[in-house]
């Protein structure tokens, strides 16, 4: 038994419309079936042989190889199955996943893991805008699941976000948390300006004390929080395994413009 292999023949600037590259979506289909699925390629719909080299299989994985930037919306509401990314990935990575695992081994784009309801999407280098967060119109952005990040992530991490965990190694940028409504966000350096921006619960850990903190949020001095300990055995699980930032951190509540219960943990 194997996976199917996908090898993109070259890059292109156009938009490509990936959601139909998914493990649980592809196993088992004969090899002409495959060739034959049609991509969205700007304004075109174009045959997937005509933009790689596809070799079939029946397990529940997928191999893509030569990625790029432009191409998005891969593992688009997967749910079951490995997704093994090497290159690039466009915007909305693992969009409404809820299980499986997606592992890029590359950079991501906006709106990676934009409403997630579950399994584990592993980015190696960088992740744009919005990671994890709410499409425009929607009340809640991800909802459950688990995301790690090797490198840096950009604004609004977290955006809306109800559930979950995003462990991030680098630093986020403005707004991280913003409007966020529950879960965990953690990265071992700091932020941009901004965090907790009308958060009203869960909870941000910053390695690093953020670029400007709001006004919002109360300071409620140095604690030793024992959940902190669970989350950090939860880290050291992972592959490959994170260090807490810390245990005894330093607690700002907030925000108090929307009269949230949020919490921004800063390392001591």
């Known amino acids: 038994m194997s996976g199917v292999r996908l090898r993109f023949r070259q890059p292109t600037t156009l938009p490509v419309d990936a959601r139909e590259l998914a493990p649980d979506q592809l196993a088992g289909r004969p090899q002409a079936e495959l060739e034959a699925l049609t991509l969205l390629v700007g304004n075109r719909r174009l045959p997937l042989a005509e ?153 941000l850990l910053l390695g690093r004390t953020p670029d400007h903190l709001l006004a919002t949020f109360t300071n409620n001095g140095s604690q030793e929080l024992p959940w902190l300990r669970l989350l950090e055995r939860q880290l050291r699980e992972q592959d490959p395994p994170l260090d807490l930032p810390a245990t005894r951190v330093h607690r700002w509540t907030g925000c108090a413009s929307v009269g949230g219960k949020g919490e921004i943990l800063i390392a001591d």
């Not at 299989?57 to 749910?79: C, K, P, Q, Y």
């Not at 409403?115 to 929607?138: E, I, K, S, W, Y």
Request: contains cysteine; hydrophobic residues 40%; aromatic residues 6%.
């Open 51 to 203: 933009l790689a080299e596809v070799t079939a299989g029946d397990r529940e994985e997928l191999v893509i190889e030569g990625s790029f930037a432009t191409l998005d919306r891969l593992g688009h509401g997967m749910g079951r199955g490995l997704l093994q990314i090497y290159g690039d990935a466009g915007a909305y990575l693992g969009q409404g996943m809820s299980g499986g695992r997606i592992a890029l081994f590359g950079s991501a784009g906006v709106y990676a893991a934009a409403n997630m309801r579950g399994g584990t999407l592993q980015v190696a280098a960088n992740v744009g805008d919005f990671l994890g967060a709410a499409l425009p119109g929607d009340p809640a952005g991800m909802e459950e699941g688990t995301v790690l990040v090797g490198r840096d992530a950009g604004d609004r991490v977290g955006d809306r976000m109800r559930r979950g965990l995003i462990a991030v190694r680098g630093r986020l940028g403005d707004f991280a948390a913003s409007r966020m409504i529950g879960g965990t966000i953690v990265t071992l350096h700091g932020c941009g300006a901004d965090p907790g921006f009308a958060m009203r619960r869960g909870s």
